[in-house]
């Protein structure tokens, strides 16, 4: 077989020639996936249970922990996909549930080539501990109506007017913070881009918020490419103004 074209995932929609102009180096090979694989990864909080979107849970493959080797935002997103939520994704790694020790560790080196769990390998053997473990939270595509830019007074900021970026009704923490997530998020609130960012105390109002949002990290100007998680504490808040 040869010149095998698809127009889509349907073989019906398949061409190919049984002569050929090949070698064995230009052989085939193929990996295939059930549609029972997106089922055996799950998230749960700390007490076990079940983890919704937008909220930080302990990912499981196989109900093991997954080791954070190699892993990365392309990975992220495309677990989040899997388990049926298609949007954003932010992850991190470490200790920070008792339960984790009552699992064993059943992934490591997971990479993946898009966003598509269809490029991703992995391993199952691992050289891993606990603290290693990876974090996942994911977000629909409704994430970005939750953002607001409110000024002094705790009023809609406008345009080129110098605004707290609340999340939720509450503060961004400036943990790898950059011009391509001030973009992203002013083109989220409708504008075309951002002009100023800074991170500081300065609105006596900030105290009145909770910190929502924490590692923003954004590939790109879009918001598509962008990461992050709700595990959020202490820092520095986020202060932008957009045109």
Do not use: P
């Not at 929502?212 to 932008?240: H, P």
Request: proline share 0%; charged share 25%.
């Amino acid at each position: 077989m040869d010149n095998v074209r698809c127009e889509s995932y349907s073989w019906t929609s398949c061409t190919f020639i049984t002569d050929h102009n090949c070698e064995h180096s230009e052989d085939v090979f193929l990996k295939c996936y059930s549609g029972e694989e997106e089922s055996k990864f799950t998230l749960v909080n700390s007490d076990g249970e079940a983890a919704g979107a937008g909220e930080l849970g302990l990912l499981l493959y196989k109900q093991g922990t997954v080791c954070d080797d190699d892993f990365d935002n392309k990975a992220a997103k495309a677990i989040c996909v899997e388990l049926g939520i298609v949007g954003a994704a932010g992850w991190t790694s470490g200790r920070k549930f008792t339960i984790q020790n009552n699992y064993d560790i059943k992934m490591d080196n997971v990479r993946c080539e898009s966003d598509s769990w269809t490029s991703c390998t992995f391993i199952t053997d691992h050289n891993c501990g606990h603290h290693e473990d990876v974090f996942l939270e994911c977000y629909s595509g409704e994430e970005k109506s939750k953002f607001t830019l409110v000024n002094s007074d705790g009023k809609a900021a406008g345009a080129g007017e110098l605004g707290l970026l609340l999340y939720k009704q509450g503060t961004v923490c400036d943990d790898n913070f950059n011009y391509f997530a001030a973009d992203a998020i002013c083109v989220e609130l409708g504008f075309a881009w951002a002009t100023r960012w800074t991170s500081d105390l300065r609105f006596i109002i900030q105290t009145n918020y909770d910190i929502k949002m924490k590692y923003v990290r954004c590939e790109s100007d879009s918001w598509t490419s962008c990461t992050f998680i709700t595990d959020a504490r202490f820092c520095d808040l986020i202060l932008m103004m957009c045109f």
